[in-house]
């Protein structure tokens, strides 16, 4: 049973910057891809970012890209978003989860695409 277990999420400024990790344990990491999520208060969850087994395609939501980085450490069991600039919409649950099945590609995977997930960690960025 894999577990991901994510962390880093904290109560910031804006323009402020946060690097969120998570950390896989109990099964199989580093052939699979990964992607981050988020839920705000009151919408439905949303895709981030995802990047494939080796690290070398990455994908990002538009309302990220060029602010945030997601990278991983295969040999550290771990995943990290960078996330620079900081706004309120920001705001929100971010969740780590692995993706179903192999891919070569990453993209903007749906939550059905997904296999297992971290419980989240919470990001407040207040203006």
């Known amino acids: 049973q894999v577990q991901l277990v994510e962390s880093g999420g904290e109560a910031v400024q804006a323009g402020a910057s946060l690097r969120l990790s998570c950390l896989a344990s109990?099964?199989?990491?580093?052939?699979?891809?990964m992607a981050w999520f988020r839920q705000a208060p009151g919408k439905e969850r949303e895709f981030v970012a995802s990047?494939?087994?080796?690290?070398?395609?990455?994908y990002y939501a538009a309302s990220v890209k060029g602010r945030f980085t997601i990278s991983r450490d295969n040999a550290k069991y771990t995943m990290y978003l960078q996330m620079n600039s900081l706004n309120v919409e920001d705001t929100a649950l971010y969740y780590c989860?692995?993706?179903?099945?192999?891919?070569?590609?990453?993209?903007?995977?749906?939550?059905?695409?997904?296999?297992?997930w971290g419980l989240g960690t919470l990001v407040t960025v207040s203006s």
């Open positions: 990047i494939t087994w080796s690290g070398y395609s990455t």
């Open positions: 989860a692995r993706r179903r099945g192999s891919t070569m590609v990453a993209g903007p995977f749906g939550e059905e695409d997904m296999d297992y």
């Open positions: 109990g099964g199989a990491f580093s052939s699979y891809a």
